[in-house]
């Protein structure tokens, strides 16, 4: 089946943003019966390990010569090891990932309440000023005035989704989100992305054996700082760890959930920038809504609180749906064909191409041009400053034409 890339992506990305709010709203439920949010991380984990691992092998079964896997991802072959140049990557997005989750069940188990679903996913979308400011400095180039706006649409309004009428606020849970859950979650997307568009056999990195050793990363790391923090707060977190397994069940069916959310997020992730996709995958908020009543009829209580609390809930959402179009509207994609000078070596001339920011795939071809680059920016204003008047201060190039994609396709 082909599906035209931009839409495979905010599939993708919409995909895991509403089987994400499904798993949020079981952990809060799940947390409404393990009182202790460490020991509740850790216990989470060590099923998670063994439910993505049952569902990895499941999914490297063969059906006429292709793993079931390669359906959800095509470059998925099956259950691997793990390869040396990715244990650096995974080893930052691991010790990422079990900051966040730490950070994750601290807030759930602060706020403790049946809108928790929406306001926790709420709260995490501020993440995405993070991933801009980020990208912004590792591509020397400030953002333009469209995504600034962009993210702050999509930051305000994912606040206001998080209101509470109830004349509170909680310091300690908002420092947590704002100092701790955001900027990890913002490393933690950051190097899934280099993961997935590490070379493997070839192919790109698939999504499912990338989930699976992360997990095992962040296992392993949430082990270790669950042990620090026993020792320091005298307690025995691993024994509470332990306990918490007698709701096996329940964590099965969250971790199989946040299984195939992560995996559509990082697909997502090798489509588009960490920004963008986080911006899309923000409307998880408005598909917490009914897991939210859902969660409030189980275990009583109110979603809102009065005409007026609902009115700035529906605002807050709308704006987080006008930030994530305002987002996906700034990006150009395109091709730069180029004919090499007389005498120039095309493998030098690759090398110095390849340094240009915004140049994110490049080939020698045979025919009418000597070389073919793909390019991905977030404007033509920005092509052009950056990429155009680069390749013209290159001695080697005779001449090259800018084509811009207007569709694109992939193979899912």
């Not at 680069?390 to 193979?411: Q, R």
Request: charged share 15%; glycine share 6%.
């Amino acid at each position: 089946m082909r599906l035209r890339k931009k839409y495979l992506f905010y599939v993708l990305a919409l995909a895991s943003a509403a089987i994400g709010a499904a798993g949020t709203t079981t952990d809060t439920y799940i947390s409404m019966h393990v009182s202790n949010p460490w020991a509740l991380c850790l216990s989470i984990f060590i099923v998670g390990v063994i439910v993505t691992f049952l569902l990895t092998s499941l999914l490297s079964i063969k059906v006429g010569g292709k793993a079931i896997g390669s359906r959800i991802d095509p470059s998925f072959h099956g259950i691997r090891l793990i390869r040396k140049h990715e244990i650096k990557y995974q080893t930052i997005a691991g010790l990422a990932n079990a900051i966040t989750t730490l950070a994750y069940f601290y807030v759930i188990w602060s706020y403790n309440d049946p809108f928790t679903p929406a306001t926790i996913l709420a709260f995490s979308q501020i993440v995405i000023m993070y991933l801009l400011v980020i990208e912004s400095i590792a591509e020397k180039n400030a953002p333009t005035l469209a995504e600034v706006q962009s993210a702050i649409i999509v930051s305000f309004g994912a606040v206001l989704a998080s209101l509470s009428l109830k004349g509170g606020i909680n310091a300690r849970g908002l420092a947590v989100v704002f100092l701790v859950l955001n900027p990890s979650w913002a490393l933690f997307s950051l190097y899934q992305r280099k993961l997935k568009l590490l070379r493997i056999n070839n192919c790109y990195n698939d999504a499912i054996n990338i989930r699976f050793w992360n997990l095992v990363f962040t296992t392993f790391f949430t082990f270790i700082a669950i042990i620090a923090m026993g020792y320091v707060m005298h307690e025995n977190l691993v024994k509470a760890s332990l306990d918490a397994l007698s709701y096996w069940n329940l964590l099965a069916i969250s971790m199989t959930i946040a299984f195939f959310s992560y995996v559509f997020y990082i697909r997502a992730l090798g489509l588009g920038k960490a920004s963008v996709t986080q911006a899309v995958k923000s409307s998880t908020i408005v598909f917490s809504i009914p897991f939210s009543f859902w969660l409030a009829s189980v275990v009583g209580g109110t979603i809102f609180e009065s005409s007026l609390h609902a009115l700035i809930k529906s605002m807050g959402m709308a704006m987080v749906i006008l930030g994530v179009i305002s987002f996906a509207l700034t990006e150009v994609k395109g091709y730069v064909f180029i004919n090499a000078k007389t005498g120039h070596s095309i493998e030098e001339l690759i090398q110095e191409i390849w340094k240009i920011k915004g140049i994110v795939s490049i080939a020698a071809v045979a025919g009418s041009y000597d070389i073919m680059a793909k390019v991905r920016i977030r404007s033509l204003g920005k092509g052009y400053e950056r990429i155009v008047r680069a390749l013209e201060e290159i001695k080697g190039i005779a001449s090259f034409k800018w084509h811009s994609i207007l569709k694109e396709w992939e193979e899912i």
